[in-house]
């Protein structure tokens, strides 16, 4: 069994920062990529950043330049750097993993953490 635990969400004022972690834990043998997705009142849920496993990112382009993902692979952690946050980053964000298990068999799926909100208000 996999789990993914989210830390780092919080209020912060406009133009503030903050890091959210996301650790997988459980029989993991190899992780494909992981990243973070947000999902704010009345929306759909949408990707923010993606790490893959040979270092490659993606940002929305909503977040370019503000956020950074970066990756952990001894700790299979994932980090999101935000900077000069804006109200309309307000929302959940979840972590995200493509990895593959074992258990006798090697079995690729896709695993969400619990979001954590982040709020951006004056």
């Known amino acids: 069994q996999v789990q993914l635990v989210e830390s780092g969400g919080g209020l912060v004022q406009p133009g503030g920062s903050l890091r959210l972690s996301c650790a997988a834990s459980?029989?993991?043998?190899?992780?494909?990529?992981m990243g973070w997705y947000r999902q704010a009142p009345g929306n759909q849920r949408e990707s923010v950043a993606v790490?893959?496993?040979?270092?490659?990112?993606n940002y929305a382009d909503s977040v370019k330049g503000r956020f950074t993902i970066s990756r952990d692979n001894a700790k299979n952690t994932v980090y999101l750097q935000m900077n000069s946050l804006k109200p309309e980053d307000t929302a959940v964000y979840y972590c995200?993993?493509?990895?593959?298990?074992?258990?006798?068999?090697?079995?690729?799926?896709?695993?969400w953490g619990q979001g954590t909100q982040v709020s951006v208000s004056a």
């Open positions: 995200n993993a493509n990895l593959r298990t074992y258990s006798g068999l090697l079995t690729a799926n896709e695993y």
């Open positions: 459980g029989n993991i043998f190899s992780i494909n990529a």
């Open positions: 790490i893959r496993s040979g270092g490659t990112t």
